[in-house]
């Protein structure tokens, strides 16, 4: 798994606890019949591609990622260990984007979001 955000994020550590329980109620265990190698890029997106250069080389039989730019860092390390030119590879624009504010952070950093950009927001995380 390549999971852009850090590891004390709370929403990614969620979503990954809900994932790892999932499987195990489907009876997949980590370090038993599975192994899961979670890659962190801690928020740092220019790490992403490295990061995904590195889970690729440990030839996984799976490889799970759900944000666009770890989707698309991955689809070009797989396609060239494939033997593609890598400077012959389309550059993919995102599809989807989305305005996100975090009013944790926000609060934490001592921030006040305006209400008007507030109302601009696909969602706010709480």
């Known amino acids: 798994?390549?999971?852009?955000?850090?590891?004390?994020?709370?929403?990614?550590?969620?979503?990954?606890?809900?994932?790892?329980?999932?499987?195990?109620?489907?009876?997949?265990?980590?370090?038993?019949?599975?192994?899961?190698?979670?890659?962190?890029?801690?928020?740092?997106?220019?790490?992403?591609?490295?990061?995904?250069?590195?889970?690729?080389a440990r030839q996984p039989a799976v490889i799970l990622a759900r944000a666009t730019p770890v989707t698309a860092a991955l689809r070009k390390e797989t396609r060239i260990l494939r033997g593609e030119n890598p400077s012959e590879l389309p550059v993919q624009a995102p599809t989807k984007f989305e305005f996100v504010i975090n009013l944790t952070t926000a609060k934490k950093l001592g921030l006040t979001i305006p209400a008007s950009l507030m109302s601009l927001a696909d969602e706010l995380i709480e």
């Not at 969620?14 to 899961?36: D, H, M, P, R, V």
Request: aromatic share 8%; proline share 4%; charged share 15%.
């Open 1 to 56: 798994m390549l999971i852009p955000s850090s590891p004390d994020d709370k929403e990614s550590q969620t979503e990954y606890s809900a994932f790892i329980s999932a499987l195990q109620q489907l009876g997949w265990t980590n370090g038993q019949n599975l192994e899961i190698n979670a890659l962190w890029a801690n928020g740092d997106t220019s790490m992403i591609g490295h990061l995904a250069e590195e889970l690729v």
